[in-house]
């Protein structure tokens, strides 16, 4: 049944919507490189957004909490708690607070493991000792690093592994509460055991966070994502449940590219 | 409305600092701008007074062969200022002319014949010899290449020929390192083809290298004249401060900066005399951002042709 | 044949090239350092010059470079940072960033005796500063800033844009990252080009002569005051530094040891810059390594 050259899923009325985009479109000079996204992001679920390299998925994400400002150019809506993000009364600190963010590479400061959890906490006003070491200890165990980092909470994190490093960074994101979780293809410079590590703890923060994923890795989406976005050009080209876009894809871009057929 | 959606609506303290990181940052490198139109206003301003307030034709100043602002020939004062341009010019050129090949020859260790030993050892010796101040460089002039030339030229050794030698070694450093980033960025194919072909090393060095590496190397040497047009106090101190035509390269002479710094003090600010010093700090003055746009005309040259 | 004999020769004029650029260097630390070896003992070091008689020392002079030397970092170090940061974390390139890239590049290729013409004529005749510390202070720091302010760019620039993501993704502030996050990352090489910055400071002459004068009225040493007219703090009072005394008794001294005074006094100006090199190189390593590693 590959009939369909686009298909989007209609989420019951049960399901809350966190983020929303409405006829994104953005702009590099005069290369567009996302047309026409609508996309709901369903709460306290993972979505995975994959495609092809240069489908605009990054670009996508990046546009979501605004860190795309001043590099591309976004028109059109994302709508977060009847707000519309893109527009200039939205003050960007207070929304990436609330829209976190990590990236492809790790990219710890070179801080101290307390303080690169602290530090924003204190930036933003934070200043009860009690309550910043509470944090950094939950914000740590949440990201499943506690564990490894209890006794060298003062080092430098430098010293840490690529995939501490990353699980660093969530912790870092987390300690801040964030409604929304956006990570950009955050297991692509790791092992496969720190990979599986990371995967392991996304899925166990879903529970408190809406989660979105850029993915290079299809079994990776199909792994934790419980929705998923396939982007093509520019475009989304379908956006289903996981489970039905990897075992029935409704459009044969999309089960050419699962399938790595792109004859 | 939810708190979160109150904080998203105001400016929050982080935007105000930000704001006002901008502003500060901003507010730096404007004043940096400032000072640099500053410079030229205030040194315009004063070395046009020689030719608006004093009337001295600038044709005059310019080929002028007797300086002499206390005297008054026919209600002009005697502000000929050709010897002055002469001395810079010739030291300037002779001085960088010395340093070409050394330079060229000890870029060429660095990037192509001994690349690690080069390196360790000439790095930190061209870094010295930038590091060492120009009053040293004048003080060992003074002490060791004025006698030397007294005694084997005659005269008193101040002179044209002393200031060339000290100023010599000075703009080495300089041309030197703008060489061997040319010659760096010369890329390495280059090399491995014309040595694939059977070129000697030297043919290949001749022939590719520094054919290819021309642009970068004639900045070089831009750089070094500029440094070497501009410095003042190494020069001052040995070249003889005679403003006089140099009539030959160990007879004492003068060049603007020379010029400049010994008569600054003994001039009453206003006066001709004084005016005409600020004019030859003007001919400084342009004479830099000469230097400047040649080596940005060089650049654009390059970037044209690639 | 003739090609390979012609390599052979070129190459053994370019290890002379490189050969007498290295004797150079060897002979000019080697004569200033023997010939000012002998001078320098704590007396030569502490005790005021003299003008006319045998026997001075540079004390006076000594404490004017480092005073005016920390005084002019500190004018220029918050200025060099400001500029820098904006040039590198906020100016969109295009013409105006151009243009303001160039007017720094030509301070930085002006002469440095046109600086302090410069400062003549605005800080010590338009403000009326007259010859003073603060004066030459502030004539150095023109000199100072187009460098300081481009090694501080260099070093800034070296900083991953992944550090700025990240502290901009925690909804901090572009300012805080930078202050925060990329500046202390960039500490160990921004600490490098200040210290080869001060060595340039220190040694400069050509800029002071007009600015802070060139005579070093006596100083009480036991008066820190910075109101008292004698008080080595004062930042108002003329104050001739190591570099110009070297050039004031070498073209217009009288004094019968000029010739020794300078030869000791051009030992410590090497000795001085030559620890700054070494500073530079070994502080900077020194902190790389603490940031990187566990603490």
Known sequence: MQTEDRYIIDFDENQEIALETKDLHIYYGDFEAISEADLKIPRFQITALIGASGSGKSTFLRSLNRMNDGIADVKGEIWYRDLNLNSKEIDVYAMRRQIGMVFQRPNPFPKSIKENITFALERHGMTDKQELEERVETSLKQAALWDEVKDKLNQSALALSGGQSQRLCIARAIALQPDILLLDEPASALDPISTAQLEETLVNLKEQYTIVIVTHNLPQAARISDYTAHFSKGHVIEFNDTKDTFTQPMVKLTNDYITGDFG | ???????????????????????????????????????????????????????????????????????????????????????????????????????????????????????????????????????????????????????????????????????????????????????RSVPKNYRSASLALGATRWQTIYKVVLRAATPGILTAIVFGMARAFGEALAVQMVVGNAALMPSSLVAPASTLTSVLTTGIGNTVLGTVQNDALWSLALILLLMSLTFNLVIHFIAKRGELKQ | MNAKRTDKLATGLLYTLAGIVVLILVFLLGYIILRGLPQLNWRFLTTPSRAFTAGGGIGIQLFNSLYLLILTMMISMPIALGASIYLNEYAKPGKITNTVRTMIEILSSLPSVVVGLFGFLLFVVQFGLSFSILSGALALTVFNLPLLTRSIEDALKSISNDQRNGGLALGLSKWETVTKIILPAAVPSIVSGLILSAGRVFGEAAALIYTAGQSAPALNFADWNPFNIDSPLNPMRPAETLAVHIWKINSEGIMPDSSAVSAGSAAVLIIVVLIFNLLARWLGRLLFKRLTSGS
């Open chain 2, 1 to 183: 409305m939810d708190k979160i959606r109150e904080s998203l609506l105001k400016p929050s303290r982080t935007s105000k600092l930000e704001r006002r990181g901008k502003l500060i940052s901003l507010v730096s490198l404007s004043s940096i701008c400032l000072v640099v139109i500053a410079i030229f206003i205030f040194i315009a301003f004063r070395g046009l007074a020689t030719f608006t307030s004093d009337h001295v034709s600038l044709v005059d100043f310019v080929t002028g062969t007797v300086w002499n602002p206390d005297v008054e020939v026919n209600g002009q004062p005697l502000v000929g200022a050709l010897p002055m341009i002469t001395g810079s010019f010739l030291i300037t050129i002779l001085a960088t002319a010395l340093a070409l090949p050394f330079a060229i020859g000890t870029a060429l260790m660095m990037t192509d014949i001994t690349p690690k030993m080069g390196t360790k050892i000439l790095q930190p010796v061209l870094e010295l010899l930038v590091g060492i101040p120009s009053v040293v460089y004048g003080f060992v002039g003074l002490t060791v290449v004025v006698p030397f030339i007294r005694d084997v030229f005659g005269g008193s050794g101040f002179g044209i020929l002393a200031g060339t030698f000290v100023l010599f070694v000075m703009v080495l450093p300089t041309v030197t390192s703008m060489t061997v980033d040319a010659l």
